[in-house]
């Protein structure tokens, strides 16, 4: 009966060693979620911080900020061309008063019935004149030739 004993006793030991170390675990993995989810929630604190210092200063900002506002500007600008391009290959407008896209060629909102913009015809492309390459490479050829007359 004694190894039964023993052996009762060792897994019941092996048992609350493996529940403790689960337990260890997931309140590990419960803390470093609640420790990203504190990151996350920081950074979006910057970034409103960020957003709401650029929307109140208009006029200009601090010297100290004024390379990071230039590049949040100009990435803001980035972000705009890139989301017209999309729209121009998806063929949609976006409406200037709610948002809501429309089908490009239409001419007023289908959501709030506002008139929407009409984009410009591409204009063509000018082709390169191939008659006025030709000539500059005889000319250059012409200047040349003097030259080697008055070498000899």
Known sequence: ???FDELGSTI????????KKTKEAAERARLNGELQMEIENQKKLYEELGRLYMETHPEGVDLDY??????????????????EQIQDLRGVVVCPNCGAESK???????????????????APEPEAPVEE???????AAAEEKPEETDAE
């Open 1 to 3: 009966m004694g190894f």
């Open 12 to 19: 019941s030991r092996a048992s609350s060693k493996a529940a």
């Open 66 to 83: 004024v390379e990071l506002a230039n590049k949040i500007h100009a990435s803001s600008f980035h972000q705009n061309e890139l989301r």
């Open 104 to 122: 490009e060629g239409t001419a007023f909102c289908s959501h709030c019935g506002s008139p929407l913009p009409v984009k410009p015809a591409p």
């Open 133 to 139: 390459a030709a000539p500059a490479e005889p000319e």
